[in-house]
C-alpha cells in the first residue's frame, strides 16, 4: 500500500506539464446564450476583514461586509472565520527584522505621507505591522490548511474525496477518484490537472475599512502637495501654478464622506511537492482511513499562502437627503462599491490575480463584465480557447485574438448602481425599492436583491460618443466578429 502510494507521488511530480497541445475541438458545446449556463474554472475566494473597534460605523461595515456577496468571477471559498481584531496580536523587533519591515527614511517618510491622506482617522493598529499580524493570524489559525481541507471536503472523521473538484472543474468523478488515478495515467493527468487549475488558484483578501470625511481627505491631499512642491523647489525644478490651483478648489469642493479600503492579496501555495506530501501523507477516505494521518493534517503546517501585494480604494457615500434612503444603506453600498473597486485595482496590478470571463456572444462581441471590474473605454483583453491535451489531460489556453472595450458600451454592473443614477438625475429611487426602506435591513435587502438582477444605462461618466439604445446588462468589445464565439474566455492585458 505503502509502495503504491509513493508510485503515486512520484508520477504527479515526474509527469510533464506541457506536451504537443491538441485541441479539442469535438467537446465545445453549443453557444449558450445565457452567461450563467456558461460553465468554466473560475479562481476561488476567501475574504476577511479587519475588525478595527475604533472605526466610526465598525458595526454596520463590518455586517455588510459579512453579507456581501463574492464576486462573481470567483468560487465562493469562504472560511468560517471572516474577521479579526488586530490590535492584541503582538508584535516583536524581531518579528519585523524577519519580515524586512525596517524601513529607509525616506520609504519611512513616504508611507507616513500616505497615511496622512487617510485624513488623520483613527488608526488602532500600526499599519506597518498590519502585515506581520495577518501572517501570525494566518499560522495561529491553519488558514491555509482549512483552506485545502474545504477543497478535499474534508469531513469530521478527517476523510477526504473530490467531489467539490469535480464540481467545480468539470472533471470526469472516476478519473479525480484517487484509487482510480494510482493505476491509471489518466488518472494521475486529472488530479493534476486539477491542482494547477483550481486549488492553484486559490486566493485570499484581507481589508480593513476607514469611514473617511472627504474635507480630512482633501486637506491631506492639498498638504501633500505642497509638500510636494517644497520638494521640488528644493531641487530647482517648477510645480504648475494650475496644479496648485486645482489642489485649492478640490478642497474647496469636497464634503460628504467615504469609505475606504486597504486590502492585502494572498495565494494559497500548491506545487507538486506540496501535492505529493498531501497525497503521501495526509490523504485519507473512506476505504484507507489512517488516525495518525487524520492527526497529521490536524496540526500540519505545510500549507502556506504567499503575500502578492495590495491594493486601496475608495467610495464615495452618496447624500441621503434627494432620494429617501437611509443613511446606513447608502454607507453599505460604499463599503461594497470600495470592495469591488479594490477587487478591480489587484485584478489590474497582479497578473496572477486576473480572473477569466466567458465571452456571452462572438457578434457582437460581448461579456458580463463592466463598470464593477473597473473597465475604461478602450481597455484591452485577450481571447482564449481552453485546449486540452489528449494525451496528457492536462488544460492550457491558447491565444486567439485581441479585443478592447468599445466606447459609451460599457455595463454599469455596480452593486446599488440605481443609486447612483438617483444622485445624478437627482430622481428618487424606483417606489418599489423606496417602499421598502423602512428599516436599514429591509433597505440592505432590497439592495442584495438587485445585485443579480442588474440592467442598467452606461453612467454619464463614461456615455460618450456612442449612444446606447436601451439599457445596458452587457459591456461589447471592438474586434474582428464572427471569429469568436460564446464560450471562449477573455483575460484583460493592461
Given at each position: ?5 509513493l ?10 506539464s ?22 468554466y ?5 476567501h475574504m476577511i476583514?479587519?475588525?478595527?473597534k475604533g472605526?466610526v460605523?465598525a458595526?454596520?461595515i463590518k ?10 468571477k ?14 492584541p496580536?503582538?508584535?516583536t523587533?524581531e518579528?519585523?527584522?524577519l519580515?524586512g519591515?525596517?524601513q529607509s527614511?525616506?520609504e ?13 482617522l483613527?488608526?488602532?493598529?500600526n499599519?506597518?505591522d498590519?502585515?506581520?499580524?495577518i ?7 491553519y ?7 474545504k477543497?478535499f ?5 478527517g476523510?477526504?474525496?473530490m467531489?467539490?473538484?469535480g ?7 472516476s ?8 493505476s491509471?495515467k489518466r ?11 483550481l ?14 470625511s ?17 520638494l521640488?523647489a ?14 485649492d478648489s ?6 460628504g ?5 486597504n486590502?492585502y ?8 511537492s ?22 497529521a493534517?490536524?496540526?500540519t ?15 464615495n457615500?452618496?447624500a441621503?437627503n434627494r ?13 461594497i462599491n470600495?470592495?469591488?473597486?479594490v ?11 486576473r ?5 456571452l456572444?462572438g ?7 463592466g463598470?464593477?471590474e473597473g473597465?475604461?473605454a ?7 480557447e ?14 486567439v485574438?485581441?479585443?478592447k ?12 448602481a ?6 445624478a438625475t ?19 435587502d ?7 438582477a ?6 454619464g ?9 436601451g ?5 461589447t ?13 477573455i483575460?484583460?492585458r493592461?
Amino acid at each position: 500500500m505503502k509502495r503504491s502510494l509513493l508510485s503515486f507521488c512520484f508520477l504527479l511530480i515526474c509527469i510533464p506539464s506541457l506536451f504537443a497541445q491538441v485541441a479539442n475541438t469535438a467537446a465545445v458545446p453549443a453557444p449558450p446564450t445565457d452567461a450563467k449556463a456558461i460553465k468554466y474554472r473560475r479562481s476561488s475566494l476567501h475574504m476577511i476583514m479587519l475588525d478595527d473597534k475604533g472605526l466610526v460605523n465598525a458595526d454596520l461595515i463590518k455586517r455588510t461586509f459579512i453579507r456581501m456577496p463574492i464576486p462573481d468571477k470567483f468560487n465562493n471559498h469562504l472560511l468560517a472565520g471572516r474577521s479579526f481584531d488586530p490590535k492584541p496580536i503582538s508584535v516583536t523587533a524581531e518579528e519585523r527584522k524577519l519580515m524586512g519591515q525596517k524601513q529607509s527614511f525616506a520609504e519611512s517618510k513616504s508611507r507616513n505621507l500616505g497615511g496622512k491622506l487617510t485624513g488623520g482617522l483613527v488608526d488602532t493598529t500600526n499599519t506597518e505591522d498590519i502585515p506581520i499580524k495577518i501572517e501570525k493570524y494566518f499560522n495561529a489559525n491553519y488558514v491555509a490548511r482549512d483552506l485545502v481541507a474545504k477543497w478535499f471536503n474534508r469531513s469530521e472523521k478527517g476523510t477526504f474525496d473530490m467531489k467539490l473538484i469535480g464540481e467545480r472543474g468539470s472533471y470526469d468523478a472516476s478519473a479525480l477518484d484517487i484509487a482510480t488515478a494510482k493505476s491509471s495515467k489518466r488518472g494521475v493527468s486529472a488530479v493534476a490537472d486539477a491542482g494547477e487549475e483550481l486549488i492553484n488558484n486559490t486566493f485570499v483578501v484581507v481589508t480593513r475599512y476607514n469611514y473617511v470625511s472627504m474635507e480630512n481627505v482633501a486637506a491631506a491631499a492639498k498638504k501633500a502637495g505642497k509638500f510636494a512642491a517644497s520638494l521640488m523647489a528644493a531641487s530647482g525644478n517648477t510645480i504648475d501654478s494650475k496644479v496648485l490651483a486645482a489642489g485649492d478648489s478640490l478642497t474647496s469642493q469636497a464634503t460628504g464622506y467615504a469609505v475606504e479600503t486597504n486590502s492585502y492579496l494572498y495565494k494559497l501555495v500548491w506545487n507538486d511537492s506540496v501535492e505529493a506530501v498531501f497525497y503521501q501523507s495526509y490523504w485519507i477516505d473512506e476505504s484507507s482511513y489512517d488516525e495518525a494521518k487524520k492527526r497529521a493534517f490536524d496540526t500540519t503546517h505545510l500549507f502556506t499562502l504567499q503575500y502578492i501585494g495590495d491594493a486601496h480604494a475608495r467610495a464615495n457615500v452618496l447624500a441621503s437627503n434627494r432620494m429617501g434612503i437611509a443613511q446606513d444603506t447608502l454607507i453599505a453600498k460604499a463599503t461594497i462599491n470600495s470592495f469591488e473597486a479594490v477587487i478591480a485595482k489587484l485584478q489590474k496590478k497582479y497578473e496572477v490575480f486576473r480572473t477569466k470571463t466567458p465571452l456571452l456572444s462572438g457578434d457582437p462581441i460581448t461579456a458580463k463584465i463592466g463598470l464593477k471590474e473597473g473597465l475604461e473605454a478602450g481597455d484591452k483583453f485577450e481571447v482564449l480557447e481552453q485546449v486540452l491535451d489528449e494525451k496528457t489531460g492536462r488544460t492550457t489556453y491558447k491565444r486567439v485574438g485581441k479585443i478592447k472595450v468599445k466606447s459609451g458600451m460599457i455595463w454599469d454592473n455596480r452593486f446599488g448602481a440605481e443609486y447612483d443614477q438617483a444622485a445624478a438625475t437627482g430622481q428618487p429611487v424606483a417606489a418599489q425599492s423606496t417602499a421598502a426602506v423602512s428599516t436599514e435591513e429591509a433597505s440592505m435587502d432590497d439592495m442584495f436583491s438587485k445585485a443579480s438582477a442588474k440592467s442598467q444605462p452606461v453612467s454619464g461618466a463614461t456615455a460618450v460618443p456612442t449612444t446606447p439604445v436601451g439599457p445596458i446588462d452587457r459591456t461589447t468589445f471592438i474586434g474582428e466578429e464572427g471569429s469568436f464565439y460564446s464560450g471562449m474566455l477573455i483575460r484583460q492585458r493592461n
